[in-house]
């Protein structure tokens, strides 16, 4: 149109190019100077903190405490397709001995974090007690997303050591689990400290029912969707095709109906990945989806790490030294220290203890839930709870993303010579 400039340089279109330059970058650069998978989460988050300094004017993305509900989804979205992701890896589940470290930390580690995480954000941060036990949920998962590294390989291929095993099944289990303690965080909100006005009915209807029925539903999914995929029609199924849309798909409807009904969708979708890996489990269609579910779950991350630290300046820029400190801590020594103790007695060398005490990333996971509980309530300490978790991200993917590859190395999985 005349008036117009002919290279008008338009806002959207420069971020779609940053994006991808950004992701190409923070891929790249790491082969130059390293010969281990690159750690590339940390890098774009870093550089998407530095376009949003140096290029302020691009495109403006919503700012997550004002506008949660488009973060919420994507990371939302994301976290199905790991938690899917993460039990389809699964090559074997027995002997059920090898859930034993799996168990511990799910139903010691992580309360014992929500706890410390909570008591601190209160003594130390002077938060609400309802934000602090959010805090803690926000931050005791490990991420299904970004804890690839420690997580076994793709189906058939049997990287199996018992460190990489109880990574991948605490991630899977985890994110379902943590959800009753947000919601317990925002009962306490709403209705006060009086845990005999809600205690049983949080005990009974969003523990024991959203979790029953996630499994449950997670379960039947995968047998139903097995059976469309391998056996019917039994001379034409859909798994010939080689497609993974159908399986796709399914991840949504598994997901879409547990929340329907009220259950932990979750941990449908990780009991859906964990139990369909069962059926035909030597058929070749188990890795072409877990390919496409991967090159799904990467698109996906790139963009939230980018958008995030494109809001990195916005969300830190009130952070206080208190704040540092307790990330610090949550970090260096409540995760660690929690694993450690729930692995206590388990007879797993010091080494592999260690590292699954310490290698509990945090990232995506941690995104949606505060973006579920911002759209749900109005906290007191949402900005606080904001900067402190993005910080936290920050930290945990710059020291886990850059150490990972040298502490598998001194793993037991990897003998010394």
Known sequence: MQGEPFFG????????????IVVILARWLPRLISKREPAAAPLMILFG?????????????????????????????????????????????????????TFRMLGIAMPLTIFAVALLG?????????????????????????????????????????????????????????????????????EGLNPGAWAFDWLWRDVLYRIAVGTVVGWLGAKALGYVLFRLPPDAALAQT???????????????STELIEGYGF???????????????????????HDFSESIE????????????????????DLTWTQVALA?????????????????????????????????????GSIYYLCYAGSHMEFLNEDALWSLVALVILASTLLHGFSVGWAMERSSETPRG
Not at 335 to 362: F, K, T
């Open 267 to 289: 941990m449908a979708v990780a009991v859906l990945g964990l139990t369909l890996r069962r059926i035909e489990k030597d058929h070749q269609f188990h890795r072409r989806l």
């Open 242 to 256: 080689g497609s993974g849309v159908v399986a796709l798909a399914g991840i949504l409807l598994c997901y879409g």
């Open 298 to 317: 990467n698109a996906l991350t790139a963009a939230l790490l980018v958008a995030l630290g494109t809001m990195l300046p916005l969300l830190i820029a």
């Open 122 to 190: 209160v003594g130390l941060e002077g938060m609400t007690v309802a934000g602090a036990i959010l805090l803690g949920a926000v931050l005791a998962p490990t991420d299904p997303v970004l804890a690839a590294d420690v997580q076994v390989g793709p189906p058939q291929e049997g990287e199996e050591h018992p460190v990489r095993f109880t990574l991948t099944t605490e991630a899977a289990l985890n994110d379902g689990l943590a959800f009753p303690f947000v919601y317990l965080g925002l009962i306490v909100a709403a």
């Open 9 to 20: 340089l338009n806002p959207y279109h420069v971020a779609l190019a940053v994006l991808g």
């Open 49 to 101: 903190a530095g376009v949003a300094l140096l290029l302020p004017d691009i495109l403006t993305l919503p700012d997550p405490r004002e506008t949660p509900l488009p973060w919420e989804l994507v990371s939302e979205l994301t976290v199905i397709v790991a938690l899917f992701g993460s039990g389809m890896r699964l090559d074997e589940l027995r002997p059920w001995k090898r859930w034993g470290a």
């Open 328 to 364: 610090m801590v949550f970090l260096l020594v409540i995760r660690p220290v929690a694993g450690w103790v729930a692995m206590a007695g388990m007879g797993m060398d010091p080494r592999d203890r260690g590292i699954v005490a310490v290698y509990g990333v945090r990232g995506i």
